[in-house]
């Protein structure tokens, strides 16, 4: 499992940077710098929205790992592009508990390859 879920990481981060270039013009979502790592919002560990497009963007590498994803500038700009409804689902996930399941796994990969 574990090396499917690095899998799924790697398609699903690729198909977000992809995304980003043309959506965001391939700026980081949350300074508007040169981006080149997909920054998820609610942090990866919470498995029931890891690989939600809503939940992940381009971020740069400053942002996303020397100020641990740029929380507030990243809040402003998931309300600001969905609306405060998908922000507060988002939080909300947090208390979800998920155990990823194969097929899940799986679904990304094939999902996100095309």
Same mark, same amino acid.
């Given at each position: 499992?574990? %090396?499917?879920?690095?899998?799924? *990481? ?17 700026? !980081? !979502? +949350? ?10 919002? #609610? ?16 971020? !740069? ?6 100020? *641990? ?26 208390? #979800? %508990?998920?155990?990823? +399941? ?10 996100? %390859?095309?």
């Amino acid at each position: 499992m574990p %090396s499917l879920i690095k899998k799924a *990481d790697a398609v699903f981060g690729l198909y977000i940077r992809n995304r980003d270039a043309v959506l965001l013009q391939g700026r !980081c !979502c +949350t300074c508007g710098a040169i981006g080149s790592q997909a920054g998820h919002f #609610v942090k990866r560990g919470y498995k029931k929205i890891r690989w939600h497009v809503q939940n992940v963007h381009l971020q !740069c590498v400053q942002c996303n790992h020397f100020l *641990d994803g740029n929380e507030g500038e990243y809040a402003r700009f998931i309300i600001n592009t969905y609306g405060i409804n998908v922000f507060n689902w988002l939080l909300e996930q947090k208390k #979800v %508990s998920h155990k990823v +399941t194969r097929y899940e796994v799986e679904r990304v990969i094939a999902t996100y %390859s095309k």
